[in-house]
């Protein structure tokens, strides 16, 4: 009788490639980059059909880390290139990875279009709110005042909310973690890649050099309780340092307030239970801000679609097909001018 010894489990280290990594110290990527070895590991994934792909800026130097293929591309087309990679291998595990300057500003018709094709795979957006590689300017979601090489006055641009974003391009999975946040991570990342489709995760990272503290309002640790919200699908939306704050509808409006348990009558059953898959409700906890709101963190959207673009894609030349015949690309470029010069 032969005997079959089961595969060793993966480790984060079977995930770690031989490349020295090149951040500042104290990067928040680092920790990331930790993260999603781990969560790799735990999925069990096999590293020769894990792909990173990745743009310009300091994320983008993610896919040499990984013990996985890698493709580090030119600014903003990162999604482009995983577009194409699905495509060719619907079997690949694909993994972008983008600053919020490159996947915000030239490369946010890219990222618009991989969110609303809902093409299959992960897209992690590292946003610090500046660019770190260039030596500290503002980025698309820089806030407003920002001081930087390239606004020594500061800037005047509104910034951009990127989960706000993504829902608006018609992303079904939106979600949000912190560097720091360890335990949290790789939660939200195994529930990413457990989606079918584009799921979109934005990582608030902090940049040591150029923009120390920006997320501090929410992320330091004796203020945080009362300024973050894990949002879980089917429980109450509670938060704070003694659990005695919830978010409910404003009574009247369309609108999210922040009450107190016990106060002015108010219990357990006034407060809004999270449903991820309600859209409105993604709409306004994304927009949520300090110091009136905490910040909504977790898996914010859900929204699991029947089929996926791969699908789409296998349907619509079979509906061409038996309606005008196979096409003929030699003949198409021996028709003719298409146009007359002069």
Same mark, same amino acid.
């Given at each position: 009788?032969?005997?079959? &010894?089961?595969?060793?489990?993966?480790?984060?280290?079977?995930?770690?490639?031989?490349?020295?990594?090149?951040?500042?110290?104290? =990067?928040?990527?680092?920790?990331?980059?930790?993260?999603?070895?781990?969560?790799?590991?735990?999925?069990?994934?096999?590293?020769?059909?894990? *792909?990173?792909?990745?743009?310009?800026?300091?994320?983008?130097?993610?896919?040499?880390?990984?013990?996985?293929?890698?493709?580090? &591309?030119?600014?903003?087309?990162?999604?482009?290139?995983?577009?194409?990679?699905?495509?060719?291998?619907?079997?690949?595990?694909?993994? *972008?990875?983008? $600053?919020?300057?490159?996947?915000?500003?030239?490369?946010?018709?890219?990222?618009?279009? *991989?969110?609303?094709?809902?093409?299959?795979?992960?897209?992690?957006?590292?946003?610090?709110?500046?660019?770190?590689?260039?030596?500290?300017?503002?980025?698309?979601?820089?806030?407003?005042?920002?001081?930087?090489?390239?606004?020594?006055? $500061?800037?005047?641009?509104?910034?951009?909310?990127?989960?706000?974003?993504?829902?608006? =391009?018609?992303?079904?999975?939106?979600?949000?973690?912190?560097?720091?946040?360890?335990?949290?991570?790789?939660?939200?990342?195994?529930?990413?890649?457990?989606?079918?489709?584009?799921?979109?995760?934005?990582?608030?990272?902090?940049?040591?050099?150029?923009?120390?503290?920006?997320?501090?309002?929410?992320?330091?640790?004796?203020?945080?309780?009362?300024?973050?919200?894990?949002?879980?699908?089917?429980?109450?939306?509670?938060?704070?340092?003694?659990?005695?704050?919830?978010?409910? *509808?404003?009574?009247?409006?369309?609108?999210?307030?922040?009450?107190?348990? $016990?106060?002015?009558?108010? $219990?357990?059953?006034?407060?809004?239970?999270?449903?991820?898959?309600?859209?409105?409700?993604?709409?306004?906890?994304?927009?949520?801000?300090?110091?009136?709101?905490?910040?909504?963190?977790?898996?914010?959207?859900?929204?699991?679609?029947?089929?996926?673009?791969?699908?789409?894609?296998?349907?619509?030349?079979?509906?061409?097909?038996?309606?005008?015949?196979?096409?003929?690309?030699?003949?198409?470029?021996?028709?003719?001018? &298409?146009?007359?010069?002069?």
């Amino acid at each position: 009788m032969n005997v079959v &010894t089961p595969p060793a489990a993966l480790t984060p280290k079977d995930f770690t490639s031989d490349q020295e990594v090149r951040w500042c110290p104290g =990067c928040g990527d680092y920790a990331i980059l930790k993260s999603v070895r781990a969560t790799l590991a735990e999925l069990g994934v096999e590293p020769r059909n894990t *792909v990173f792909v990745s743009g310009i800026g300091c994320a983008a130097r993610f896919p040499y880390y990984m013990e996985t293929y890698g493709f580090h &591309t030119i600014h903003g087309r990162a999604p482009a290139i995983a577009t194409g990679l699905k495509i060719a291998n619907p079997e690949l595990d694909i993994w *972008v990875v983008s $600053g919020d300057g490159d996947s915000l500003s030239i490369g946010g018709n890219h990222l618009l279009h *991989v969110l609303r094709r809902d093409v299959d795979l992960q897209f992690l957006l590292f946003n610090n709110e500046i660019y770190g590689l260039t030596k500290g300017q503002y980025s698309p979601t820089s806030k407003r005042g920002t001081r930087s090489p390239s606004t020594p006055a $500061g800037s005047i641009d509104n910034p951009v909310s990127a989960a706000s974003f993504a829902l608006g =391009c018609g992303s079904r999975f939106v979600a949000r973690s912190i560097d720091t946040l360890q335990k949290h991570m790789p939660t939200v990342l195994k529930r990413a890649h457990q989606h079918r489709g584009a799921s979109f995760v934005e990582i608030f990272q902090n940049c040591i050099v150029y923009n120390d503290g920006t997320f501090n309002r929410f992320t330091e640790r004796d203020i945080a309780a009362d300024n973050q919200i894990d949002v879980v699908h089917g429980e109450p939306l509670i938060f704070g340092a003694d659990r005695n704050k919830g978010l409910r *509808v404003r009574p009247g409006s369309l609108a999210l307030e922040v009450v107190t348990l $016990g106060e002015n009558g108010i $219990g357990m059953d006034d407060i809004l239970v999270h449903d991820e898959t309600d859209r409105i409700l993604a709409t306004m906890l994304v927009a949520m801000d300090p110091p009136e709101f905490p910040v909504a963190i977790g898996v914010i959207y859900c929204n699991p679609a029947e089929s996926s673009y791969i699908d789409h894609m296998r349907t619509v030349p079979a509906a061409r097909d038996s309606s005008q015949g196979k096409g003929d690309i030699n003949a198409l470029l021996r028709k003719g001018h &298409t146009w007359t010069v002069g």
